[in-house]
């Protein structure tokens, strides 16, 4: 069935017309075998936008969809592809998403495959840290020019989306491109947080514009209407090609490239390499979104309690991986659940369960009413001298206690809620700092570890 062009267009209008990209081993066989690719994925800066989910660990180890990371989507990805020689580039808060790598992504001996952490370090000709993407790449190019390749596939650690990168290495080798940039149709609404394009006939890109947000510069940037039955687009909206952030490009191209000072990708690299080398677009049409705030975190997760998902974890000829923790099942003792996901080793009791998404482990008591909630889970089931000491003192024990109500909120993970708390942002500002919690975009957040008292109303 069609899908949904853009964050904003509600699933019933549909655009245009999706084009799929299934998994196809005949390309392996093509010139452009897994020996030829090389895959960076950027794990970005301080992950401000996300906090406080980033105040304790980096934007790709941010848990989602009940038992993943974010990280895990580019690299199933890339091992879906058939590409498995991967660098991570991390920089803050990196301690649980080494541990998360270290832990899930381990190939056997027989292949050359691997997923390993590039953190930003001092030298002795550096001591600064990573000031931009094309930075990062730059100061770990003497670890990724000891490995062969021709082509290097750059990413971000932090969208959402489900991607045959054969598909861009096609386009890159048959437009002999030195650059290819995929690239996302979206709506006038979407154009000023994204670097707009335009290219010819041969897709080849003539114009990069870096977040444009004067009318007028948008009006210059917008998708002609002939393109859209070459794009398989429908309907009347204004739509403009958006970079994802995602890249191919020639070895010796990135070589020079990176030889001057330049810090950004999108901010610097691309717009000036489009005078001097062949940059190509790829236009991709199926559902993507950038994690880059809380609103849009939120709504991302709630998405995929839907009856039909945007993104679909089931799809099993394209799976996405994490690490394997062999939980036991979920158990339910009496409760009500409406278009909710529950993870592995769950316990419910008898509670009222709506829009939920409840991570691994996650522990619900009975009497709650839980309505639009990302529960996180915990790292570890509490111990029943656990459970009494923390109740001789009268603070909560790990996971949502009795009678308590929580509507448009997010728990991070090992969070003590006590009994007959009521957590929602309604009349609340939109973003507010509270020792216990924290309101951003008009979601309640509790941290990670926290402990909200019993009986506290937010």
């Not at 010819?200 to 948008?218: G, L, S, T, W, Y």
Request: charged share 20%; glycine share 8%; with cysteine.
């Amino acid at each position: 069935m069609p899908l949904a062009l853009s964050r904003n267009l509600p699933l019933n209008r549909p655009c245009f017309r999706a084009k799929r990209y299934p998994m196809k081993p005949e390309f392996m066989h093509s010139p452009v075998g897994e020996d030829r690719v090389f895959t960076i994925i950027l794990g970005g800066g301080q992950g401000t936008r996300l906090f406080p989910l980033t105040k304790e660990r980096a934007k790709p180890a941010v848990p989602l969809g009940g038992k993943y990371r974010l990280v895990d989507i580019p690299i199933s990805n890339c091992v879906n592809s058939g590409l498995k020689r991967i660098y991570l580039l991390t920089q803050f808060n990196s301690a649980s998403l080494h541990r998360h790598i270290s832990q899930s992504y381990k190939f056997d001996h027989f292949s050359r495959g691997f997923v390993e952490i590039l953190a930003a370090e001092q030298t002795l000709t550096d001591t600064s840290w990573y000031q931009g993407t094309a930075d990062a790449v730059r100061k770990n190019l003497m670890h990724l020019l000891s490995h062969p390749f021709e082509y290097l596939l750059i990413l971000s650690g932090d969208q959402l989306y489900r991607m045959d990168y054969r598909s861009i290495l096609k386009t890159h080798v048959d437009s002999g491109a030195d650059i290819t940039v995929a690239t996302l149709p979206v709506t006038r609404s979407d154009v000023p947080g994204f670097g707009i394009m335009q290219m010819n006939a041969d897709f080849r890109i003539k114009r990069f514009v870096e977040k444009p947000k004067d009318p007028a510069v948008q009006d210059t940037l917008r998708l002609e209407r002939e393109w859209y039955p070459k794009l398989g687009l429908d309907g009347d909206a204004e739509l403009f090609l958006a970079n994802m952030g995602i890249y191919v490009f020639n070895r010796a191209v990135l070589t020079r490239l990176l030889d001057n000072d330049l810090m950004d990708f999108g901010k610097h690299i691309i717009p000036s390499a489009i005078q001097t080398h062949r940059v190509f677009a790829h236009v991709f049409h199926d559902y993507w979104e950038d994690i880059g705030t809380i609103r849009a975190f939120f709504e991302a997760n709630l998405d995929l309690t839907s009856v039909l998902p945007r993104f679909n974890f089931f799809d099993m000829t394209a799976p996405i991986f994490t690490r394997p923790r062999y939980l036991p099942a979920s158990k339910i003792n009496g409760a009500t659940i409406e278009q909710s996901l529950i993870s592995d080793g769950c316990i419910i009791n008898n509670s009222t369960l709506n829009r939920t998404l409840l991570g691994i482990r996650g522990i619900v008591d009975q009497g709650c009413t839980l309505n639009r909630v990302v529960v996180m889970g915990n790292d570890y089931y509490e111990s029943a001298q656990s459970i009494a000491d923390h109740e001789a003192r009268g603070t909560p024990r790990i996971g949502i206690g009795k009678g308590t109500s929580i509507e448009n909120a997010i728990i991070d993970k090992n969070a003590r809620i006590g009994n007959n708390c009521v957590l929602s942002p309604a009349g609340k500002p939109a973003d507010v700092d509270h020792p216990l919690y924290y309101i951003r975009d008009g979601i309640v957040i509790v941290p990670k570890n926290a402990s909200i008292p019993h009986g506290t109303v937010i």
